[in-house]
């Protein structure tokens, strides 16, 4: 089947690539010429496991093609994906005068029956408003069908999430796009869970802001762990064994961050104020995951009492392991306000560290992990990346002027720290 993407973001490289490794013929279209060079010419705009691999396959194959013409892209396939931005506006609103704009695109440069599917993140109703603005814009020359088809994937494993998805959830208005758009997702072993196009919409959003209470829930539990001696990875564990709960998810942290969770919450809870209803629920996730940043720089403001001039090392700027993505990450949070403290910082990431260097200025960044400790005062854990547990403790605590760890991840077990001679201090435990 033939596809043309429209965005070649994350969402939509990844959406275009993952097609084009199912069997049809993709064309991903993005109106940076640059971005389209650097793919033309076998680079990658982005780090994401395995997706460089696949691009350079299909691109082999005759399979996948990029382009910066739109009218061309639109011109070549039967399917075309609307995958822009939807950056977040100052009220939390979504901006979507991208997905307008490519409506007004594909409208202009349709010529024959397209179905036209929306995977950029967007407000319930927004399908409404595509399929009104290419009805408009095509002066009702050619027939079309609009579907709801959000995304699911998380950056680190978009591809695993694309090619295994647990369900592929498509909105229409009307039957007709159904069987095309089921032999679409053939290739793909998942359930297609057919809906009417606003609920497909408020699934994204709902999907999201549930995943992001959820850590929400387990951090508030977090502070009554740390009130009471409990320890909140025995208490998730013992919640996450009853499986109408579930133990993904249940990790506490400093707290979410990325590109999703924070601007997702935002989003849903403005559509539903302008829905005439006060999402009440979700505004306090948003409390609660800031409460917990705060709390966990107090932490350490209050162990090493004067912070101004002392220098830490931080593990960690990437929003969470697997991915360079530093978009709202509480670990470049956390070292703002650090050095609003008055503290010099010492950090390292395995893949962040250039997208962080265009937002963390005056930082030492380090390239061996096991030297971030060097001439600190202490360590900070701030992303999950597995390897930060292969750290050389033993040299760590050398290094240190006194061995002392933050862990906003719970990497380590603390008793197995003490033992090493840390003053080791996680989340909740
Ligand atoms: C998320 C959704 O998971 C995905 O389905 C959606 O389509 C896009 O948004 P992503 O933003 O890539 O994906 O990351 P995710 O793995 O969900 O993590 C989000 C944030 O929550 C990260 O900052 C992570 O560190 C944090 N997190 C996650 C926790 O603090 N605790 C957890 O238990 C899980």
Redesign the pocket.
Known sequence: MKITIIGTGYVGLVTGTCFAEGGHEVTCVDSDVNKIKVLQQGGMPIYEPGLPELVKKNVAAGRLFFTSNTQEGVERSDFIFIAVSTPPQPDGSLDLSFVEKVSRDIASAMTSYKIILDKS?VPVRTGEKVAETIGRFSKGKVDFDVVSN?????????IE?FMKPDRVVVGVSSPRPVEALKALYAPFDAPVIVTSIESAELI?HA??SF??L??SY??AVSVLCEATGANVQEVAHGMGMDPRIGR??????????????PK?LSAFIATSEMLGYEFGLLKEVQKINLGQMDRFVKKITDTLWVVRDKTIGVLGLA???D?D?VRN??AIDLCKRLQRAGARLRVHDPQAMEKAGAILKDVDYVADMNEVAEGCDALVIA??WPEFKKLDLDRARRCLSHPIIFDG?NLFDPVEMERLGFLYKGIGR
């Open positions: 993140t959000p995304e699911f994937l998380r950056e680190g494993s978009a999430d994204k999907a999201n995943l992001a959820k850590i387990i951090n993904k998810f249940l990790d506490a942290s400093l707290g979410f961050g990325g590109s999703c969770f997702d929003f969470k392991q991915t993505d990450s509480p992303t999950e991840r």
